[in-house]
């Protein structure tokens, strides 16, 4: 199976945005530390980083940053 880079970015910011809003909640219902919640949601943000950084070579740097090279504007 082969999903292109564009997807997968789409995926990870989904992915991203769904930890940011649900993780807080977990922590606050004591299903999560904070610890964890902030390293999971730090982690996913590398990834997105990840994903930008090499989307430039693949020809959809355009499509996939609308102008914002960091996870920080997911």
Same mark, same amino acid.
Do not use: W
């Given at each position: 199976?082969?999903?292109?880079? %564009?997807?997968?970015?789409?995926?990870?910011?989904?992915?991203?945005?769904?930890?940011?809003?649900?993780? +807080?909640?977990?922590? %606050?219902?004591?299903?999560?530390?904070?610890?964890?919640?902030?390293?999971?949601?730090?982690?996913?943000?590398?990834?997105?980083?990840?994903?930008?950084?090499?989307? +430039?070579?693949?020809?959809?740097?355009?499509?996939?940053?609308?102008?914002?090279?960091?996870?920080?504007?997911?």
């Amino acid at each position: 199976m082969t999903v292109d880079i %564009e997807e997968q970015i789409k995926c990870v910011r989904r992915e991203l945005n769904y930890r940011k809003y649900v993780y +807080p909640k977990q922590v %606050e219902k004591g299903k999560m530390d904070q610890f964890r919640a902030e390293k999971e949601i730090n982690t996913m943000a590398a990834v997105l980083e990840t994903l930008l950084k090499i989307a +430039p070579t693949t020809g959809l740097f355009a499509n996939v940053n609308d102008g914002d090279t960091s996870a920080k504007g997911v």
